[in-house]
C-alpha cells in the first residue's frame, strides 16, 4: 500500500530520471520510491504526458522551443527532417523551410561558458513582433543554444528579417552573447 510522500522528488529530478541522467544507484533509489509513492508517481506521469504533448506539438510546427544539443540528436533520431542553420554571433544566414521539412532548427553558436541564466529575444521590425523569452534551456558546457521556431508559421511567411539575440542574465545584470540575423525567403515548392 502506498503512503503519503514524506520527501517528495522535484519535478526536476523526476524529468532526469525520466530521461534517464541519473547514476544508476540514484535511478535505483527514485525507481524504489516510486514503487511506493502515489504522489510521486502521479507527477511523473504528469511529466510524460505532458512531454508527450509538447513533442507532438512541436513536431506539428505549432510551437517554438529550445533544445539542448543533446535533446536534438535525440529528436533526430525519430526520424523527422530537419532543416540546420548554424550562425556565428554578428552573422547572418540565408534561409527558407521547404514543403518536406518537418522542423528549422537554428544553431546559435555563444560563449556559454560560465553562464547560469540565458534570455532569448526574437525580433522581425516589419511586422513590429518582439518577443523577449526569459530563461531558456541550454546546455552550458556547449558553444551553442538550439532554437526551433514554428514551422507552421515559417511556411507562411513570404520574406522576412528576423533577428535573435542572446543575453547571459547574473546579479549583475545582462550581457549580449550574439546577435544573429535570419533572411527568410519563401521556398518555391509551397504555395
Known amino acids: 500500500?502506498?503512503?503519503?510522500?514524506?520527501?517528495?522528488?522535484?519535478?526536476?529530478?523526476?524529468?532526469?530520471?525520466?530521461?534517464?541522467?541519473?547514476?544508476?544507484?540514484?535511478?535505483?533509489?527514485?525507481?524504489?520510491?516510486?514503487?511506493?509513492?502515489?504522489?510521486?508517481?502521479?507527477q511523473l506521469e504528469h511529466i510524460v504526458s505532458l512531454g508527450a504533448a509538447t513533442r507532438e506539438l512541436m513536431r506539428q510546427g505549432k510551437v517554438a522551443v529550445t533544445l539542448t544539443p543533446d535533446s536534438l540528436d535525440r529528436l533526430r533520431a525519430t526520424g523527422l527532417r530537419l532543416r540546420d542553420y548554424h550562425v556565428d554571433p554578428g552573422g547572418s544566414v540565408n534561409c527558407t523551410i521547404?514543403?518536406?521539412?518537418?522542423?528549422?532548427?537554428?544553431?546559435?553558436?555563444?560563449?556559454?561558458?560560465g553562464v547560469r541564466n540565458l534570455d532569448l529575444v526574437l525580433d522581425d521590425a516589419a511586422v513590429e513582433w518582439h518577443v523577449r523569452?526569459?530563461?531558456i534551456g541550454f546546455d552550458p558546457t556547449s558553444d551553442e543554444v538550439v532554437v526551433i521556431l514554428k514551422a507552421e508559421e515559417l511556411r507562411k511567411m513570404h520574406q522576412a528579417t528576423q533577428s535573435m539575440r542572446l543575453f547571459a542574465i547574473d546579479e549583475t545584470g545582462e550581457r549580449l552573447l550574439g546577435e544573429y540575423v535570419f533572411h527568410h525567403t519563401r521556398h518555391p515548392g509551397l504555395k
Open 1 to 42: 500500500m502506498r503512503s503519503a510522500c514524506k520527501q517528495p522528488f522535484s519535478a526536476a529530478q523526476l524529468i532526469e530520471y525520466w530521461f534517464d541522467e541519473l547514476g544508476d544507484e540514484r535511478a535505483v533509489a527514485v525507481e524504489e520510491h516510486l514503487f511506493s509513492c502515489a504522489s510521486c508517481t502521479a
Open 98 to 113: 521547404a514543403p518536406e521539412d518537418d522542423l528549422v532548427v537554428s544553431h546559435l553558436r555563444a560563449p556559454l561558458a
Open 133 to 135: 523569452v526569459p530563461d
